[in-house]
């Protein structure tokens, strides 16, 4: 039996991902502005995985006989300094997603819900995952500055991205 705080943590955790979809949208959009497609490509891949993320709380909560409740999703940031800006952003965002999975795993193991607690170390993982592929991000702008030949290597490269909600 699922308790009333783990539905309600995890309804939290359902607008969160929903509202990192909307944040990556955001930066994929401020990216189109700057034409550097290839990061606008990678931001909206990203996108939908925060989507897939979101959907597999859904259908979590769902399998347990407990109802989704949607909230409002807040408004992201629409401008950004410089590439670095946005992914530095993203990297920190990730770190406080990582910060509330594991809240949630507290949660699990201390009301003894060992399916939740089961249900949620996929997204642990996918959290350590999900830093580092940013962070790789962040210490390659770091390396070849905001302007010039690097920058269009690295949006040739972020083109290439493509997602599927299979892949792990
Ligand atoms: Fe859902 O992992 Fe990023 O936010």
Same mark, same amino acid.
């Given at each position: 039996?699922?308790?009333?705080?783990?539905?309600?943590?995890?309804?939290? @955790?359902?607008?969160?991902?929903?509202?990192?979809?909307?944040?990556?949208?955001?930066?994929?959009?401020?990216?189109?502005?700057?034409?550097?497609?290839?990061?606008?490509?990678?931001?909206?891949? @990203?996108?939908?995985?925060?989507?897939?993320?979101?959907?597999?709380?859904?259908?979590?909560?769902?399998?347990?006989?407990?109802?989704?409740?949607?909230?409002?999703?807040?408004?992201?940031?629409?401008?950004?300094?410089?590439?670095?800006?946005?992914?530095?952003?993203?990297?920190?965002?990730?770190?406080?997603?990582?910060?509330?999975?594991?809240?949630?795993?507290?949660?699990?193991?201390?009301?003894?819900?060992?399916?939740?607690?089961?249900?949620?170390?996929?997204?642990?993982?996918?959290?350590?995952?999900?830093?580092?592929?940013?962070?790789?991000?962040?210490?390659?702008?770091?390396?070849?500055?905001?302007?010039?030949?690097?920058?269009?290597?690295?949006?040739?490269?972020?083109?290439?991205?493509?997602?599927?909600?299979?892949?792990?």
């Amino acid at each position: 039996m699922i308790s009333k705080k783990m539905i309600e943590a995890i309804n939290e @955790q359902i607008n969160k991902e929903l509202y990192s979809a909307y944040i990556y949208l955001s930066m994929s959009a401020w990216f189109e502005e700057q034409s550097l497609s290839g990061m606008a490509n990678w931001m909206h891949e @990203q996108a939908k995985e925060e989507y897939d993320h979101a959907m597999r709380f859904f259908k979590f909560l769902t399998e347990r006989g407990a109802q989704v409740i949607l909230k409002a999703i807040e408004q992201p940031e629409t401008e950004f300094k410089t590439p670095l800006n946005a992914f530095e952003m993203a990297l920190e965002h990730e770190k406080f997603i990582t910060g509330s999975i594991n809240d949630l795993m507290s949660l699990a193991i201390k009301e003894n819900d060992y399916a939740t607690k089961s249900f949620l170390y996929w997204f642990i993982d996918e959290q350590v995952e999900e830093e580092d592929s940013v962070s790789a991000i962040v210490d390659d702008l770091k390396l070849v500055g905001d302007k010039g030949h690097g920058i269009l290597m690295i949006n040739r490269e972020l083109g290439e991205r493509t997602f599927s909600p299979d892949e792990d």
